[in-house]
């Protein structure tokens, strides 16, 4: 008989570009998660959970990121009778499906249809350091109307919401523009079919917060020697032909009226561009009635936002405060939210233009800046540990963890080998845990139990001087009646 | 030139078998989980979101479940550069994610690891009425630990979770039942090598609740004639072969001592059924100790739960009101929730045996519980709509609304087109709007607004008598300083 030849063993990994979350990682994310959808909710949006799985027909196959055109999705064909049907793949954007959703149900939908979408979306890109294929998403989105109310509405909602995540006013700023103002431009130079110049020119705009005018007037006409010592080529413009996107890009002014002015110039005789400065004044308008000014909200003309899709207003949440980078440089931290006025997804379902305006939160960047800012109000504390001393008296131990968590406080038993009473502490330690609680039989005979503040005992250990070690003991023995009432004083001292 | 042809428009459809959730559906989840979620950590679980796409490697391919072993997951082959990569997959459920997990971190996860997931799982199912291929599943698992205090602690566990999403005591039961009990019997049967006669003995035991005594019977001997007039074929037991496994089933006593004693003399001198009568009894203890009583949690021999990896105790949650079904008829609602303890599934990554007992809450049903009993706070409530009367004074509309967000009311401004006033009513309709504000220009001239109470306004179009009309009007003019304060008031006495 042939020997069975042995399976080698799965190996336990996550693939490649997929990662794995745990504990506060996920309960930050998801708390935060419900302080947005509680703004966007009083902000009258409803939120959706459309399926994870689309029809690449509906989902159409590729990123509408005109920069990226060969990333895709995940994707696979549905085995029929014949073994061919449809293809299906994971949604990698919050946008496609909508219009999906919206070209599906609009006869049941409410026009104009405000909803917010809070969940994972996945991409078939190559993996790289801090680049996932699977990362959170969280949009909020108006389908069905033209009113720039709407945009409005969006950038103040947006402002709202940083604010009341914990970023203070000051420390974010929420900045607008208007693709018809520079659609505007490149038609005073006559740029407009020039698809490949106009790109470039876009590009080259979109270079303004780093290099600045002098670098973005160098690279849109002859070239310039970038700090590394590269030749960056230019686009090929005259001085002349650049002038209106230099004009364009330095229209910014404090006072949005004298903004709008400059642009206004800066496009010209272009319809189009007329269209889009008035359009910013309007939302510019309905915001500073609000109360919205430009400590929140500001019209900035070097926001242009990469998707190809978007046809009118774009916005960004920039965080202006400093943080250093990984050489210890002082760096802004830069965007965490963007969107924009998009008019024509629905159509390629239904054949008619249907006008929509969202924005999306980069959740994960948005938790970092928070983290970083200290500003996360952690409910990740560790779990009070009672220690097992005496593996006969479980229910003991059961029942002053019930007793615990009556009170509100997080607590379990050890239910590892409890023989090593060091592996237990080395437990409570990995657990974070700030209490301990030990009750031996002598306790139980004497009707106490000892209470150890590991917080304390850690910091004594590590820092303090002999007085304080005295004065402040970081063990208390209290009657076993005493358990709930003693603790909870111990963790309302360790949050102070 | 030939012709372009013209592309087809893509349908707007959910793949087959998938559905999107709107609005109150979301959130009432939402909601639902996060109490779940704080059960859980304060009983000192940590919460874990694993990717939700797995290498078929680390997955297993098919599910676990020996009932329906066909059945599979959606998966895709990686393209590397030969276009042959690793087969990856969308997870099934949540515990074959935490054992490899569990097995990757398993020298930095503290032991026992303590674990809640709460996310969709897709399974590759032929779609049917009410059975969807991406579903939630709400998991906690106690990872490296064989003590029954883990298993105790989550048959608790699972008890408070559910008084606290709103069943409250009396209306469920949690069941507690010994995997080795059941085989203890077997044993004693001589049934363990012969499959195919042990599976559809256990078959039969899971009818139990359904025919009862009389019925198993039959259906172990000879068969049984259905209530539909069609013969079930018996398992073909003598009457004294069937006997072990009906002393089993009718062991359960409202004592569970007496229950214990029953099991104990139907496993005979089966080791393994007397280990198993031994943790029954462990578990029973602990959780009487902490006060879980048979009101709460009861050993149960009939609980068998379909999977095949359950080694231990095994418990189910069963709501016990009675609810209509689809033709009228009274039964009871049935499982919410159910789990086990299983010690192979980490093995299959690192050849070492890790013990591990956990509970899976069924999200989608407990939900329809709540909702069928009237027991959800609703947070679904439809936003105050400020309607439009002139286009040119949305900025006066939209400080109204921010008026009321910042009174923590939801409110929106209409933002389709306004001409036609009927349509703005329709729409609050559609909304749910519990009211609408109307200021015209003539109301604006005299510093007041119009509130309308949709909600009365609806009862009382619907069967008011004339003099309930005259004494409660549905519509009233307030100062324009007083409005928030009159909406206030509006929605409090909607809420009576």
């Not at 997929?18 to 996920?26: K, T």
């Not at 209470?451 to 009657?479: M, Y």
């Not at 909870?488 to 102070?496: C, H, T, V």
């Amino acid at each position: 008989m042939a020997k069975t030849k042995k399976q080698p063993r799965p190996k336990a990994e996550t693939p490649k570009g997929f990662r794995d979350y745990f504990g506060s990682d996920v309960s930050e994310r998801a708390e935060m998660l419900g302080t947005i959808a509680a703004v966007y909710h009083r902000y009258g949006f409803d939120a959706l959970e459309s399926s994870a799985v689309e029809t690449v027909e509906a989902l159409g196959k590729f990123l509408p990121d005109v920069d990226r055109p060969n990333e895709g999705v995940f994707a696979w064909q549905e085995a029929d009778e014949d073994g061919r049907g449809d293809w299906l793949a994971l949604r990698y954007d919050l946008t496609a499906p909508l219009a999906r959703v919206y070209a599906q149900y609009r006869n049941d939908l409410p026009t104009p249809y405000r909803r917010d979408a809070m969940v994972p979306v996945w991409r078939n890109e190559k993996p790289g350091p801090g680049r996932y294929r699977q990362f959170y998403q969280c949009d909020a989105d108006t389908v069905g109307t033209a009113s720039m109310a709407a945009d409005a509405e969006i950038c103040a909602m947006l402002s709202d919401t940083l604010e009341e995540v914990g970023i203070p006013r000051g420390d974010y700023l929420v900045r607008v523009n208007n693709r018809k103002v520079l659609n505007g431009v490149l038609e005073t130079m006559g740029l407009v079919e020039d698809v490949a110049r106009r790109d470039a020119v876009l590009r080259t705009v979109d270079k303004f917060d780093k290099v600045g005018e002098g670098g973005v007037k160098e690279l849109l006409t002859k070239g310039r020697l970038d700090a590394s010592g590269a030749y960056i080529d230019g686009v090929g413009l005259s001085e002349d032909q650049a002038a209106p996107v230099l004009a364009f890009l330095t229209s910014k002014d404090d006072d949005a009226a004298i903004t709008l002015n400059n642009l206004r110039a800066a496009v010209g005789g272009s319809q189009s561009g007329l269209e889009g400065v008035a359009e910013l004044e309007q939302i510019a308008d309905l915001l500073s009635a609000q109360g919205y000014g430009p400590d929140r909200v500001e019209i900035d003309p070097s926001v242009v936002r990469g998707l190809g899709y978007y046809t009118g207003p774009v916005f960004e949440a920039e965080l202006t405060f400093d943080i250093l980078d990984e050489k210890g440089r002082k760096r802004q931290f830069g965007s965490v939210a963007g969107g924009g006025r998009y008019d024509d997804l629905v159509k390629r379902f239904t054949g008619q233009a249907v006008p929509a305006t969202g924005v999306s939160i980069g959740v994960d960047r948005l938790l970092a800046a928070l983290r970083e800012k200290g500003r996360i109000s952690s409910t990740s504390a560790g779990p009070v540990v009672v220690t097992v001393m005496d593996r006969d008296r479980m229910a003991d131990y059961q029942a002053m963890v019930g007793e615990l968590r009556q009170a509100g406080i997080r607590a379990e038993v050890y239910l590892g080998n409890p023989k090593n009473f060091g592996n237990q502490l080395k437990y409570a330690d990995r657990r974070a845990s700030p209490v301990a609680i030990i009750e031996g039989g002598e306790e139980k005979d004497r009707g106490v139990v000892q209470i150890k503040d590991l917080i304390l005992g850690a910091k004594i250990a590590e820092n303090a001087t002999l007085e304080e070690w005295k004065s402040r003991p970081s063990q208390f023995e209290v009657p076993r009646a005493e358990l709930v009432a003693k603790v909870q004083e111990i963790l309302d001292g360790q949050g102070e």
